[in-house]
């Protein structure tokens, strides 16, 4: 197993621990988060640690796709994991946050709706031999949504104290972002999907 497998791995771990810390009913075993005061707004700290987690684990969304270009070091198994690992951090903050009213229900609904039909055109794109590469409006919406998140999850400070919603606009914008990679995708691919003929 090579470094940006285990880094994939590292970021599984990661949204595990984050998705316990966030759901677990830890005041059945008597623990109890501090709520704390932050310059006029009021942060639960295991809202502070998820974020924090989050953080560590889209960074390494990064690095070992850059470690596995770099070392030639791409593998099927790397690429499976990855796709695994991404859909789980982003898609499971946002399901907890919406539950927990940050962000409205329709945002990760959206979100795994788009994913789910872009899994199903490179699906059927690799059935006829077609590997399909990641886009610019894909990796937009990626890099805006794990920072809107990452900030939803601090509570949208510093900006929060200005009254400047840069979460909610980075959200709302990966959110469109995430329809209109769809698209592209679709347009990309339709020849494989419809099942046309690549003309001469």
Do not use: C
Not at 6 to 18: A, E, G, P, V
Not at 31 to 42: A, C, H, L, N, R
Not at 49 to 62: H, K
Not at 63 to 71: E, I, T
């Amino acid at each position: 197993m090579n470094t940006p497998t285990k880094l994939t791995f590292f970021r599984i771990i990661l949204t595990i621990i984050m998705i316990i810390i966030l759901i677990f009913p830890f005041y059945f075993v008597g623990i109890s988060f501090p709520q704390y005061e932050v310059m006029g707004i009021y942060v639960r700290l295991e809202h502070i640690i998820a974020g924090i987690i989050f953080i560590v684990a889209s960074l390494t969304d990064f690095l070992d796709g850059y470690l596995a270009r770099k070392n030639n070091q791409v593998t099927d198994l790397g690429k499976m994991l990855d796709a695994i690992a991404d859909k789980a951090l982003v898609n499971s903050a946002l399901i907890i946050l919406a539950y927990k009213g940050f962000i409205p229900v329709a945002i990760p609904v959206i979100i795994i709706f788009r994913d789910t039909i872009v899994d199903a055109i490179k699906m059927q794109a690799s059935s006829k031999g077609r590997v399909v590469a990641a886009i610019k409006s894909g990796k937009i919406k990626t890099a805006s949504m794990m920072v809107g998140v990452a900030l939803v999850f601090f509570y949208n400070l510093p900006f929060e104290i200005w009254n400047i919603r840069v979460a909610d606009f980075l959200i709302y914008f990966a959110t469109i972002m995430s329809v209109v990679s769809m698209i592209e995708y679709f347009n990309l691919n339709k020849k494989f999907i419809l099942g046309k003929k690549e003309e001469n």
